[in-house]
């Protein structure tokens, strides 16, 4: 077989890049010391993130691993996948290390990520980046780098409402595009119900979802009813769900966070969620304390706090003002604890937060938002003010009626004698209707605005 000479020399391009992938020379350490999920690897410095590959010597099976760490000539590594036939001593290399096995070499790849990029539309990845659907790899490659971190002065500001479909949040708590809200919720509430509805309904170009530390049979639930064919077609889902290692939870997030950078700095309105920001937090506090770190609060080492802010902080608005990532953020509350220290962390570095009631939810009243205790810090300026006064009016009315419901159902109060409890009583029935949604419904912003006038006026 004879190739052209353009057809040769391309080929041999590709071989030299191979070979300069290469070491120098070749490391190896070998493993002194299991603690946990963290392996202690002597003999074999490495930078905190790059990647290793353990050799079992009884079945012959490379494990790829990434380090978390180091303690003088000791190197902490922690294992992407679980961990079979590994025994003391077992050698451990660099990854793209050519192993000498005796009879033959065998290279150490660790498994490829998908390439950012639009081939990645309609993908199901695990927390990696390393496809699970399925349908194979792709020879593409990322075309463009991904921005990690942004100067303020560079962000665009937040000019432009986001159109979520949901009319609770629409007319009370309307979203810009480039903001970051988190979705506090115990367990059994309508969270994830709500997600699925934003994820459809969400006016945006792509959607990127995180499903980290959740349930491993809601990833194909999400993927084929939740969202659909269509919906999914514009869709990416990185899926690191509960029985992944933590560092494949915690990569998950950060995973998710650069695809929707790529598409963002692509020119692209992108709408991120994460499921959840709570279980991210505990991956991360399962690496730090199994590196020895102090539990400050609750069991969480101080590493936990400095890494939230570190992701959330890359999403957002980036330079170019055409382009966006408004991203949701799932918080679980412990024992619906609003106070739980991930939950006062992501109050504190969120544009805002949807509380969801369990009281709302066990009356059967869906969304379950409490309006009450939620707020969007930008709705003020991505609305006009008639809209905004109409979204407090509704807010106060709804207020008054909660402090005074049970003087009525005591037969306590008298008619008349408070004309804000009186509005509040002619308007709740209008009010419940209007903050209720069935989870096909799709409301638009103008739609919604029409529905605030009216409410107000009636």
């Not at 002194?32 to 410095?45: C, F, N």
């Not at 939810?361 to 810090?377: C, F, L, N, Q, T």
């Not at 419901?405 to 509040?424: I, K, T």
């Amino acid at each position: 077989m004879s190739l052209a000479p353009a057809e040769f020399a391309s080929f041999l391009k590709f071989q030299t890049d191979k070979l300069n992938q290469y070491p120098k020379s070749i490391r190896e350490g070998r493993l002194k010391r299991v603690s946990g999920i963290v392996l202690e690897v002597e003999g074999l410095p490495m930078t905190i993130g790059a990647g290793a590959v353990i050799l079992s010597p009884l079945t012959g099976k490379t494990f790829d691993a990434e380090c978390i760490g180091f303690n003088g000539d000791i190197t902490f590594l922690m294992p992407i996948d679980a961990l079979e036939g590994i025994s003391p001593g077992a050698l451990v290399y660099p990854v793209n290390t050519p192993i000498d096995l005796g009879d033959r070499f065998i290279t150490t790849n660790a498994i490829e990520p998908l390439p950012i990029g639009e081939d990645l539309l309609g993908r199901v990845v695990d927390g990696m980046g390393r496809p699970i659907d399925g349908k194979g790899s792709s020879s593409k490659q990322l075309s463009t780098p991904i921005t990690r971190s942004i100067n303020p002065l560079d962000r665009s500001p937040i000019h432009e409402p986001l159109d979520t479909g949901i009319k609770a949040i629409n007319g009370m708590l309307t979203v810009g595009r480039g903001q970051r809200v988190g979705i506090f919720a115990g367990t059994g509430v309508g969270k994830s119900v709500l997600l699925g509805m934003l994820a459809r309904n969400c006016v945006a170009d792509v959607i990127v979802i995180g499903l980290v530390g959740e349930r491993g049979r809601e990833v194909r639930e999400f993927v084929e009813e939740t969202l659909g064919p269509e919906s999914f077609k514009r869709a990416v889902v990185v899926a690191a769900p509960a029985d992944a290692s933590p560092l494949a939870r915690s990569k998950g997030a950060s995973y998710a966070t650069d695809v929707a950078t790529w598409f963002r700095d692509s020119g692209k309105h992108v709408v991120l969620i994460i499921d959840s920001l709570t279980r991210y937090a505990m991956a991360l506090r399962e690496i730090g304390l199994s590196l020895g770190e102090v539990p400050v609060a609750r069991g969480y080492p101080p590493s936990v706090f400095a890494k939230m802010p570190e992701l959330v902080e890359k999403v957002g608005n980036g330079a170019n003002p055409d382009s966006s990532i408004t991203a949701f953020y799932t918080v679980l509350l412990e024992g619906d604890d609003v106070n739980d220290p991930v939950a006062d962390t992501a109050r504190g570095i969120l544009d805002g937060h949807f509380f969801l009631s369990r009281q709302l939810a066990d009356s059967g009243h869906y969304p379950a938002i409490d309006v009450e205790k939620s707020i969007s810090r930008v709705m003020p300026k991505v609305v006009t003010k008639e809209h905004l006064l109409g979204a407090r009016r509704i807010k106060q009315l709804y207020s008054r009626y909660m402090s005074g419901r049970d003087l009525v159902s005591m037969g306590a109060y008298v008619p008349g004698s408070d004309g804000d409890l009186d509005a509040a009583l002619k308007a709740w029935p209008k009010i419940q209707a209007y903050l209720q949604q069935e989870v096909e419904a799709n409301f638009s912003i103008p739609e919604t605005i029409e529905l605030v006038s009216n409410l107000i006026q009636s």
